[in-house]
């Protein structure tokens, strides 16, 4: 099959079309070559008209639009949000009755009609044309083995695994909480991504640091290795913010009221505890493990104490 519009690519197409959730909008670049995503055939930009959804980046000539079956897969990365977190969970071609798991066609491993190609990701099989031997890190072989080498997916797979890639969605310490002991690396994002929530609340209040941006800043790039040192040159730009460059975020410190010594303190420091109950903040050594009674809790008790009930209505 092969889809060349031999017409004017000036024809009278609109800018944009919805479909199944897909928003396509006309592309104007003439002289990039793409593939088309139903048809597996090239776009020729010269001659031809052709699409990209704006959501998931599905591609397309302009006659191929209404023979997509395919939903956007923006649609169901926000409606659902969540990995598959079992290893290429394969139910079998038979239970598949020999067809494509997306467009139904008919398929078999002797490639006749046409070859099942597995996706890593679900664990079924596809059809050549919703399956093009693309690769990507599979997240249940990185949880459960740290396992980082690229698998084949489905066309479709890895779209959605290209769109959940910056959302925050998994929890290791519920899904595989022994990670953190073989995985030093861990630990130390863990710790960072804690210190950086901790100093969130006062870049909220603070016009200086709104202005400078610094909550725009980047705070995950898993692909690219770097993850901790870009956390740790994160957690010090934001440090240094708030203890030395702004008197606003600095008069937001605590003095230990256990000592009543040293500099000013925050929860975020290394070396400090903080109340469960009140948020107050001292000297780790002084207020170890929270064994100490707090001394604003106790005033906060206190006070609810000394506070006259209010009158009952008569």
């Not at 000539?61 to 977190?85: A, D, G, T």
């Not at 909480?177 to 960072?192: G, H, S, T, W």
């Not at 609340?201 to 901790?228: N, V």
Request: with cysteine; aromatic share 8%; proline share 5%.
């Amino acid at each position: 099959l092969t889809c060349i519009d031999s017409g004017d690519p000036e024809e009278d197409e609109p800018n944009l079309r919805v479909l199944l959730e897909h928003r396509f909008s006309k592309e104007k670049s003439k002289s990039v070559k793409q593939t088309c995503d139903k048809c597996s055939t090239i776009i020729w930009g010269l001659i031809q008209t052709w699409y990209t959804c704006t959501g998931c980046y599905y591609r397309c000539h302009s006659k191929c639009l209404n023979l997509i079956n395919k939903p956007c897969v923006r649609s169901k990365v926000s409606h659902k949000s969540e990995y598959e977190l079992s290893i290429c969970p394969e139910i079998g071609l038979d239970r598949q009755d020999y067809r494509c798991a997306e467009c139904r066609t008919p398929v078999s491993l002797r490639g006749v009609p046409s070859e099942a190609r597995q996706c890593d990701y679900t664990g079924q099989y596809y059809c050549s044309t919703c399956h093009w031997n693309d690769t990507a890190v599979i997240p249940a072989r990185v949880i459960h083995n740290w396992e980082f080498e690229p698998r084949k997916v489905c066309r479709s797979s890895m779209r959605y695994l290209a769109l959940m890639l910056p959302r925050p969605v998994l929890k290791l310490r519920e899904i595989n909480p022994l990670l953190f002991n073989f995985v030093e690396e861990l630990v130390e994002i863990r710790k960072l991504r804690q210190d950086i929530l901790l100093m969130k609340p006062y870049f909220i209040t603070c016009k200086e640091a709104m202005e400078a941006r610094l909550l725009l800043q980047d705070l995950i790039d898993i692909s690219s290795g770097r993850l901790s040192c870009s956390l740790t040159e994160i957690h010090t730009t934001f440090a240094k913010h708030i203890k030395l460059d702004c008197d606003r975020c600095q008069a937001k410190g605590f003095m230990c009221e256990l000592c009543k010594e040293g500099d000013i303190l925050f929860p975020f420091d290394s070396h400090t505890s903080v109340c469960h109950d009140c948020s107050a903040v001292f000297h780790r050594d002084c207020f170890y493990d929270n064994s100490t009674t707090c001394p604003k809790c106790a005033r906060m008790t206190e006070r609810k104490h000394d506070d006259p009930p209010y009158p009952r209505d008569t």
